[in-house]
């Protein structure tokens, strides 16, 4: 079993910056890879970024390259996503996810525990 809780999410006018926290508990943190994924309203959930277990590979959405980083603390059971340059269409609910067993952490199906999800909202 893991347990993940965002924080961080707010309010931030286009251009801005917000850093999300994702704590973990339960299963050993360095054992699993985990994701950041968004959701919009009438929107389908979708991946933004994934950080392997040990932290030395990392992916990303296309429409983040550049602008988002994802990290992890081993020490303190968090990962977190960097947020820079943001534009009302990251406006979304993000969500983090642990994936235990998947190999690519790319898609939403090999997620095996899941936030509660933070609110970001980007004004223009």
């Known amino acids: 079993q893991v347990q993940l809780v965002e924080s961080g999410g707010g309010l931030v006018q286009a251009g801005g910056s917000l850093r999300l926290s994702c704590a973990a508990s339960?299963?050993?943190?360095?054992?699993?890879?985990l994701g950041w994924f968004r959701q919009a309203p009438g929107k389908e959930r979708e991946f933004v970024a994934a950080?392997?277990?040990?932290?030395?590979?990392?992916s990303y959405a296309d429409s983040v390259k550049g602008r988002f980083t994802i990290s992890r603390d081993n020490a303190k059971n968090t990962v977190y996503l960097q947020m820079n340059s943001l534009k009302p269409e990251d406006t979304a609910v993000y969500y983090c996810?642990?994936?235990?067993?998947?190999?690519?952490?790319?898609?939403?199906?090999?997620?095996?525990?899941w936030g509660q999800g933070t609110q970001v909202t980007v004004s223009s």
């Open positions: 950080i392997s277990w040990s932290g030395r590979s990392t």
């Open positions: 339960g299963r050993t943190f360095s054992s699993y890879a």
């Open positions: 996810a642990a994936d235990l067993y998947g190999s690519s952490h790319l898609r939403r199906d090999e997620y095996d525990y």
